[in-house]
């Protein structure tokens, strides 16, 4: 990453480490506040509603976040303190002054159209002119490339030239389809850190022109560390087997039965197992189920659950962590002929649970198979060596102290340093 390291040279390079979950949503509400899920409320990527019987999935809107967070800390200090968030996830709706957050149109005929929600409003009719469409249909899936990332950052120079915020969160999303898909130590995960280091790059060319050169700390941090592995888990099929997860028979296979005693929401290398009526006798043949299950390396229920900061109203009864080589799929039918339609196409929001194995969707039958074992690499589980550990980096010798960081200390050191007149 020649650029990154021209960026970095005479500035400071540190570990830091990610709270768990180390899931995207958590990762970055932990990171704007500060704070723990059990504070915050974002337990995973997604909710499960129980009064509804509703699964929500990538969803959510920025209320969902129940802490301040950075830009509201900022806020607090001074209105003019201005901050721009541009696509990290839970954003809409957020305090911060200029915002960007793919927002396609849901159409009558069950199409889509290609927009996005942006603060101002018309905003979004700016970039339209000047880049065209979000390219949504590479920012997840078998199409995800470095174009959405491109895009993202294209777009932020423009927003960040035209309004001149005095801090700015940019997620670029890029490093997370190849490693995924076929392994972080693969030829095209080690093409995709080539790939984003040119688009890295021109943007810090690009907002250093615009801002000047010295008027601009860059921090650049991973959220997490996506690890190799080769084992998967099926905690539904599991809970299943066991008499505790219901399905129901449609036209397209079977479907999850929300109302079943016990059943699993995963999410990479976590899941919630949410039991109905928080029954004490199925919360404990369920610890029984998993305390040996290969894959698995902690079973956490109740109190316990506040080891990670899980102990909120939202969390499953029961948390099951992977060990760092393994995944866990959300896969309940034990007959792939029984899979429901939805299985086998990208679609995100139907899914109670996370699916990487749509990166691999087969362009020939036009559909995904049904097979989680093609998974290479996947993240989320708790930090437990050096090769879990992410890196924070700056152009600036005195933003970072010389010590590993933890994700939970860099809100209120950036809003101490922004309200000394430092502009990030």
Not at 136 to 161: C, M, R
Not at 278 to 303: H, K, M, N, R, Y
Not at 336 to 349: E, K, N, S, Y
Not at 401 to 424: F, G, K, P
Request: charged share 20%; hydrophobic share 40%; with cysteine.
């Amino acid at each position: 990453m020649p650029n990154l390291q021209a960026l970095t040279a005479n500035g400071a390079q540190q570990r830091l480490t990610s709270s768990f979950p180390a899931v995207t949503w958590p990762a970055q509400a932990t990171m704007l506040t500060g704070q723990l899920p059990n504070r915050h409320g974002v337990i995973g990527n997604g909710f499960y509603w129980r009064e509804s019987q509703e699964v929500e999935m990538w969803t959510a809107w920025n209320e969902k976040i129940e802490s301040p967070q950075i830009w509201d800390l900022l806020h607090d200090i001074s209105p003019e303190l201005k901050s721009l968030a541009w696509f990290p996830m839970l954003s809409k709706g957020s305090g911060a002054d200029y915002i960007c957050m793919p927002k396609p149109v849901h159409n009558p005929d069950g199409s889509e159209s290609l927009w996005c929600y942006t603060q101002p409003q018309e905003y979004y009719g700016d970039l339209l002119e000047a880049l065209g469409h979000f390219p949504l249909q590479h920012f997840w899936g078998p199409l995800a490339n470095i174009k959405s990332s491109e895009w993202i950052l294209q777009s932020a120079v423009k927003a960040i030239s035209d309004f001149k915020p005095q801090f700015s969160y940019l997620y670029i999303p890029h490093l997370d389809y190849a490693a995924q898909k076929l392994g972080p130590n693969s030829p095209e995960a080690q093409q995709s850190v080539v790939d984003l280091d040119r688009v890295l790059g021109e943007t810090i060319t690009e907002v250093n022109h615009a801002l000047g050169e010295d008027n601009v700390v860059w921090i650049i941090a991973s959220e997490y560390v996506i690890t190799e592995v080769d084992h998967v888990s099926y905690p539904n099929r599991i809970l299943r087997e066991a008499g505790l997860l219901q399905v129901t028979e449609q036209e397209d296979g079977e479907h999850l039965d929300l109302d079943s005693s016990a059943w699993a929401l995963v999410d990479h290398q976590f899941s919630h197992i949410f039991v109905k009526d928080g029954c004490p006798e199925i919360i404990e043949q369920i610890q029984t189920l998993f305390a040996d299950l290969e894959g698995i390396s902690e079973v956490l229920v109740g109190e316990a659950r506040g080891k990670y900061g899980l102990e909120h109203e939202r969390s499953g009864e029961v948390i099951l962590v992977s060990t760092s080589n393994s995944w866990q799929a959300y896969y309940w039918w034990l007959d792939d002929q029984q899979a429901p339609g939805f299985a086998r196409t990208v679609d995100i929001h139907r899914k109670p649970g996370y699916d990487p194995v749509e990166l691999h969707f087969d362009m020939a039958t036009k559909s995904i198979p049904l097979d989680a074992t093609l998974i290479k690499g996947s993240h989320g589980a708790p930090v437990s060596d050096d090769s879990q550990r992410g890196m924070i980096v700056s152009n600036c010798s005195t933003i970072l102290e010389d010590r590993d960081w933890l994700d939970t200390e860099l809100c209120n050191h950036l809003v101490q340093a922004i309200a000394q007149n430092q502009s990030v």
